[in-house]
């Protein structure tokens, strides 16, 4: 019986040695459209043999275009995406001064918020499953620079999922 990614990332954090190293593969959105061009799917958990499946329980209407190109997150944060279509620049913060003194973060019990989670993790039943955390001591575990941008060219992520592939 082959060891699935999910037992990989366990043993990995369980400390046991995997027979490879887990591996995440994300991308900006130009990456990813260059990605999607190359291997001819959406897939690309799929086709990159990602170990992780990340959920993001945001509500529905965790951002909201105020001006064009201009989106507002859930923690009041406008972001500037006529710069950086995928992520944005920061506009605006939602704190005038260096205090939280009557900022409400949002609800992480929002159930808007993992509506789709069953669905989510029913679909991914072979993948670690990371869920996001929102609101106050909210986080990722990986920093956001582990995120090709989109002036990677294609063959480079090819050539280092093949690397991995072949541990």
Known sequence: MSTTPRQRVWQAIRHQQPDCVPWYVGSTLPARQKLEAY?????????????????????????????????????????NRTVDKDIGVVAQYPLGRASLDGYEFPDPHDPRRYAALPEFAAAHPDRFRLAERVGRGGGLILAPSHDMPGDIPVENVVAFVEAMRSQ
Request: glycine fraction near 10%; aromatic fraction near 14%.
């Open 39 to 79: 291997y001819g799917t959406a897939d690309l958990d799929d086709v990159l043999g990602n170990h992780l499946a990340r959920y993001k329980p945001r509500p529905p209407d965790a951002f909201r275009e105020i001006r064009p190109g201009h989106w507002q997150d859930e923690f009041g944060v406008v972001w």
